[in-house]
């Protein structure tokens, strides 16, 4: 059972554009959200975070926003760079951490 | 400046062997936590440990076990190995359990 959906496998996005992704939960419990970006053969690097008292929260050009009623969680990349290029994984934690399938970002030079 | 180092980077096992895969935590990094990544998957807990006590599990069988040492590297076993087990495992540390975590590269374990 995916508690946690990224419904869009990949996304293809131009340079200096917006990027959002997006990520749902099923589990009203869940208390802090974190979003990981991943390259070809690392580990995923811990992006930016936001807690469930929050609905936004801003670090340079990444933004992440949280609407609880509707069980959604977003990242905004402004202006994307070809360095973004990666996949991104959403988390949620209740009691443990729950991971997103993720979503290919590829941003286009 | 340390981070999650993980060893062996790739390892090729046969069904029924068992398997130890190592992880070096970033110095004071009290939580460890692996994970298993099967190909087009997220990453799925299987358990966390705290000061050297597991104390969280995730939905994998008893053959799934490890250790954490005081001088903050882990361990994580996995007896009877089966061609589903076949997957990259990560190690993830923590200064507590709702911190941001630090991942290892990963162990890309095949089981033939």
């Known amino acids: 059972d995916q508690q946690v959906k990224q419904n869009s496998p990949s996304l293809s996005v131009q340079e200096g554009r917006i990027s959002i992704l997006n990520c749902d939960y099923t589990?009203?419990?869940?208390?802090?959200f974190l979003w990981y970006k991943k390259y070809p053969a690392e580990g995923p690097t811990f992006l930016i975070s936001i807690s469930s008292i929050k609905d936004k929260n801003e670090d340079g050009r990444f933004t992440v926003f949280l609407n609880k009623s509707a069980k959604h969680l977003s990242l905004h990349i402004v202006p994307s760079q070809p360095g973004d290029s990666a996949v991104y994984f959403c988390a949620a934690f209740g009691n443990q951490f729950y991971f997103g399938t993720g979503t290919s970002l590829t941003v286009i030079p | 400046e340390t981070g999650v180092t993980q060893s062996p980077t790739h390892l090729i096992k046969t069904r029924g062997q068992q398997v130890t895969l190592r992880c070096s935590s970033q110095?004071?990094?009290?939580?460890v936590s692996w994970y298993q990544q099967a190909l087009g998957q997220g990453p799925q807990f299987i358990f966390q440990y705290y000061r050297e006590e597991e104390n969280g599990r995730g939905n994998f069988p008893p053959r799934f076990s490890g250790l954490q040492f005081p001088n903050y590297s882990s361990e994580l076993n996995v007896n009877a190995l089966e061609l589903d087990d076949s997957a990259l495992y990560l190690c993830?540390?923590?200064?507590?359990?709702?911190?941001?975590?630090?991942f290892g590269s990963g162990t890309r374990l095949t089981v033939v």
């Open positions: 110095s004071g990094h009290n939580t």
């Open positions: 589990n009203s419990m869940f208390d802090y």
């Open positions: 993830a540390s923590s200064l507590t359990a709702n911190y941001g975590y630090t």
